[in-house]
């Protein structure tokens, strides 16, 4: 390891010591979801946003709003509903009758820490009015244009049993996040921890802030700066571009499954996520074993399946692992 990549090295090490305070105050909260408190703090560092698809009670809402608070920052859930229209999202304009004039009266998407529960639940119109926000972190309101406030995450989440009454997120929208979890229940020991803790009729469990939200753009600046050698650069691209063209790396049995590959902003997602992992490990540098950890999440909802694979229930999951397993580690 050169000095350079050492140097880089022992600056995670002691930019990343916030990781395990979170992490402990997370705890005092959520027993297990492992797995997820680990993604929402890459989708955190990485500066991206994420989808989460889960039954109802796995802790989903209470995981982001914990992290919310040992974070010191603004947290807002809005509860996405057939009925709900931009302006309950993103604000409008009063008419004051008095005076005659415009104010501008900002809606719930003026927070750092956003929980968009059940967003397929909303129609078309209210998605696009979030994601745009999610994507320009500014909204218009009238003839105002206003920044979001930084850091900004968003997390959604989609209920995959009740599809009823539902308006699913069409596949260049879902694009727009970063990460796509899929969760589930947890195992009897957890879930033995988790009634012991939770199971009374009042929960008073506190959680202390330990960082404020300069700290979070201050660690992402050193995410900006973890070291990724140009072969895990060409690891990442012959990953995404198997999605594209399976045949140019002898899977061609892939070739009937695949609707659309994975786009270039994948191939970004990828490098950056892959760095933020790093960074959540107390490391300076990526390895080809960080992009395998975070690749599925990046590409599950970004290769779309063909007929023909859903005549052979297969995943786009099922797709992406088959093609970790066979492209070349460096």
Excluded: C, W
Excluded at 119 to 127: F, L, Y
Excluded at 220 to 230: K, Q
């Amino acid at each position: 390891m050169d000095k350079g990549i050492t140097a880089i090295n022992e600056k995670v090490k002691q930019e990343s010591v916030f990781i395990r305070d979170i992490v402990g105050q997370i705890r005092k909260v959520i027993v297990g979801q492992d797995y997820l408190i680990g993604r929402l703090l890459v989708g955190l560092l990485a500066n991206g946003h994420i989808l989460v698809e889960g039954v109802p009670g796995l802790a989903k809402t209470l995981a982001i709003k914990t992290v919310s608070q040992a974070i010191d920052t603004k947290f807002q859930r809005i509860q996405f509903t057939p009925d709900l229209l931009p302006a309950d999202l993103l604000g409008t304009l009063v008419y004051n009758p008095k005076e005659g004039t415009f104010t501008t009266k900002k809606g719930p998407i003026f927070a750092n820490v956003i929980l968009a529960d059940e967003i397929n639940r909303a129609p078309a119109k209210v998605q696009s009015a979030l994601l745009e926000a999610m994507q320009e972190r500014q909204v218009t309101i009238g003839e105002s244009t206003f920044k979001l406030p930084e850091p900004f995450l968003v997390m959604a989440t989609q209920n995959p049993i009740e599809q009823e009454g539902t308006y699913p997120l069409p596949e260049a929208q879902t694009d727009r996040f970063m990460l796509k979890l899929s969760i589930t229940y947890p195992i009897m020991g957890e879930e033995h921890k988790i009634i012991k803790k939770m199971a009374f009729t009042k929960t008073d469990l506190k959680v202390d802030p330990v960082i404020k939200p300069e700290d979070i753009l201050r660690a992402r600046a050193v995410v900006d700066e973890v070291y990724m050698d140009e072969k895990i650069e060409k690891y990442i691209l012959d990953i995404v571009f198997a999605t594209r063209e399976p045949k140019r790396y002898k899977l061609d049995d892939l070739t009937n499954l695949i609707q659309y590959g994975a786009s270039p902003r994948a191939s970004i997602a990828l490098v950056v996520a892959s760095k933020a992992y790093a960074f959540v490990q107390g490391r300076g540098y990526v390895t080809p074993q960080d992009v395998k950890s975070i690749g599925t999440d990046v590409l599950r909802h970004r290769v779309i399946v063909s007929y023909e694979a859903e005549a052979e229930e297969k995943t786009s999951e099922d797709i992406v692992k088959r093609i970790f397993d066979e492209i070349e580690v460096p």
